[in-house]
Protein backbone atom coordinates (compact mmCIF):
# COMPACT_ATOMS: atom_id res chain seq x y z
CA UNK A 1 0.00 0.00 0.00
CA UNK A 2 1.44 3.45 -0.77
CA UNK A 3 0.28 6.53 0.86
CA UNK A 4 1.88 10.49 0.82
CA UNK A 5 1.67 13.58 1.55
CA UNK A 6 2.61 16.88 0.15
CA UNK A 7 4.36 19.78 1.56
CA UNK A 8 6.01 22.92 -0.10
CA UNK A 9 9.06 25.26 0.08
CA UNK A 10 10.03 28.22 -1.26
CA UNK A 11 13.76 28.41 -1.67
CA UNK A 12 16.27 30.22 -4.21
CA UNK A 13 19.20 28.61 -6.02
CA UNK A 14 21.54 29.15 -8.68
CA UNK A 15 23.40 26.28 -11.22
CA UNK A 16 26.59 27.51 -11.49
CA UNK A 17 28.01 26.93 -15.59
CA UNK A 18 24.18 26.74 -16.50
CA UNK A 19 23.14 28.91 -19.63
CA UNK A 20 19.87 30.37 -18.18
CA UNK A 21 20.10 29.46 -14.87
CA UNK A 22 23.11 30.49 -13.49
CA UNK A 23 21.85 33.54 -12.02
CA UNK A 24 20.45 33.61 -8.49
CA UNK A 25 16.54 33.10 -8.84
CA UNK A 26 13.80 31.37 -7.13
CA UNK A 27 11.14 28.03 -6.91
CA UNK A 28 8.34 27.29 -5.29
CA UNK A 29 8.55 23.79 -4.97
CA UNK A 30 6.25 21.12 -4.31
CA UNK A 31 7.06 17.81 -2.58
CA UNK A 32 5.82 15.25 -2.77
CA UNK A 33 6.44 12.09 -0.55
CA UNK A 34 5.14 8.71 -0.67
CA UNK A 35 6.11 5.97 1.79
CA UNK A 36 5.00 2.30 0.84
CA UNK A 37 4.20 -1.12 3.41
CA UNK A 38 2.39 -3.12 4.62
CA UNK A 39 -1.20 -1.76 6.77
CA UNK A 40 -0.26 -2.65 10.18
CA UNK A 41 -3.47 -1.53 12.67
CA UNK A 42 -5.10 -0.04 9.85
CA UNK A 43 -2.03 2.31 8.73
CA UNK A 44 0.96 2.11 6.10
CA UNK A 45 2.27 5.39 8.68
CA UNK A 46 0.28 7.98 10.38
CA UNK A 47 -0.47 10.89 8.35
CA UNK A 48 0.60 13.34 11.31
CA UNK A 49 3.56 11.94 12.39
CA UNK A 50 4.78 11.46 8.59
CA UNK A 51 3.89 15.50 8.32
CA UNK A 52 6.03 16.46 11.77
CA UNK A 53 8.91 14.26 10.41
CA UNK A 54 8.34 15.87 6.94
CA UNK A 55 8.09 19.67 8.07
CA UNK A 56 10.82 19.11 10.37
CA UNK A 57 13.50 17.60 7.61
CA UNK A 58 12.39 20.92 5.19
CA UNK A 59 12.59 23.73 7.90
CA UNK A 60 16.60 24.22 6.62
CA UNK A 61 15.42 24.33 2.83
CA UNK A 62 12.46 27.01 3.09
CA UNK A 63 13.62 30.76 2.48
CA UNK A 64 17.21 29.24 2.13
CA UNK A 65 19.88 29.62 -0.48
CA UNK A 66 20.15 26.03 -1.55
CA UNK A 67 23.68 26.34 -2.44
CA UNK A 68 24.68 26.65 0.92
CA UNK A 69 22.83 22.62 1.40
CA UNK A 70 23.71 21.31 -1.74
CA UNK A 71 26.32 21.65 -4.17
CA UNK A 72 24.97 21.96 -7.78
CA UNK A 73 21.05 22.20 -6.23
CA UNK A 74 19.55 20.76 -9.31
CA UNK A 75 15.72 19.62 -9.23
CA UNK A 76 17.31 16.24 -9.16
CA UNK A 77 19.76 16.80 -6.29
CA UNK A 78 17.50 18.18 -4.22
CA UNK A 79 14.93 15.02 -4.43
CA UNK A 80 18.10 12.69 -3.43
CA UNK A 81 19.28 15.09 -0.76
CA UNK A 82 15.43 15.38 1.00
CA UNK A 83 15.14 11.26 0.34
CA UNK A 84 18.69 11.04 2.50
CA UNK A 85 17.49 12.99 4.93
CA UNK A 86 14.50 11.37 4.88
CA UNK A 87 15.53 7.84 5.30
CA UNK A 88 17.41 9.08 8.68
CA UNK A 89 14.45 9.33 10.26
CA UNK A 90 11.89 6.63 8.55
CA UNK A 91 14.50 3.81 8.28
CA UNK A 92 12.40 0.64 6.95
CA UNK A 93 9.71 2.01 4.66
CA UNK A 94 10.24 2.24 1.09
CA UNK A 95 10.29 5.92 0.03
CA UNK A 96 9.66 8.47 -3.19
CA UNK A 97 10.56 11.78 -3.20
CA UNK A 98 9.47 13.48 -5.87
CA UNK A 99 10.33 17.35 -6.14
CA UNK A 100 8.64 20.11 -8.24
CA UNK A 101 10.67 22.72 -9.74
CA UNK A 102 7.67 25.47 -10.28
CA UNK A 103 4.59 23.82 -12.82
CA UNK A 104 5.44 20.79 -15.31
CA UNK A 105 9.22 20.06 -14.05
CA UNK A 106 9.72 17.36 -11.80
CA UNK A 107 12.37 14.67 -10.73
CA UNK A 108 11.56 11.65 -8.56
CA UNK A 109 14.12 9.23 -6.34
CA UNK A 110 13.34 6.26 -4.56
CA UNK A 111 14.93 4.31 -1.84
Known sequence: MKVGIVEHIDSMHRLPGHPKCGVPHGHTYRIEIT??????????????????QVRELLKPFDHADLNRLIDYPS????????????????????????????EGKWAEMEG
Open 35 to 52: VEGPVVGGMVIDFDALKA
Open 75 to 102: CENISVEILRRLRERLAGDRLTVRVWEG
